[in-house]
């Protein structure tokens, strides 16, 4: 059984920094791509950043050269570093495996004044 824990979120103020982590049990994780996805209130949810198994990074435009993702094989986990936060960026943030159904349980993420 696949599981994917999420940490790291909270309040910051405008232009502050976050990092979240997500820890993924099992082996399926360092051959998969794995994805950041965040879901505002009342919105769809969005796909943020993705990272293949090789390191290859990809973004979405509104956060490209704020948030960087990155995974660490060796200990089963997957970053976000969010930097110059704006209060846009306020959602509740989830990892998965890419191409599977395998969903953390999400971390809020605030940003407000």
């Known amino acids: 059984q696949v599981q994917l824990v999420e940490s790291g979120g909270g309040l910051v103020q405008p232009g502050e920094s976050l990092r979240l982590s997500c820890a993924a049990s099992?082996?399926?994780?360092?051959?998969?791509?794995m994805a950041w996805y965040r879901q505002a209130l009342g919105k769809e949810r969005e796909l943020v950043a993705t990272?293949?198994?090789?390191?290859?990074?990809n973004y979405l435009d509104s956060v490209k050269g704020r948030f960087t993702i990155s995974r660490d094989n060796a200990k089963g986990t997957v970053y976000l570093q969010m930097n110059s936060l704006k209060p846009e960026d306020t959602a509740v943030y989830y990892c998965?495996?890419?191409?599977?159904?395998?969903w953390g349980q999400g971390t809020q993420v605030t940003v407000s004044s």
């Open positions: 099992g082996t399926i994780f360092r051959l998969n791509g």
């Open positions: 998965n495996i890419r191409l599977t159904t395998y």
């Open positions: 990272i293949t198994s090789g390191g290859i990074a």
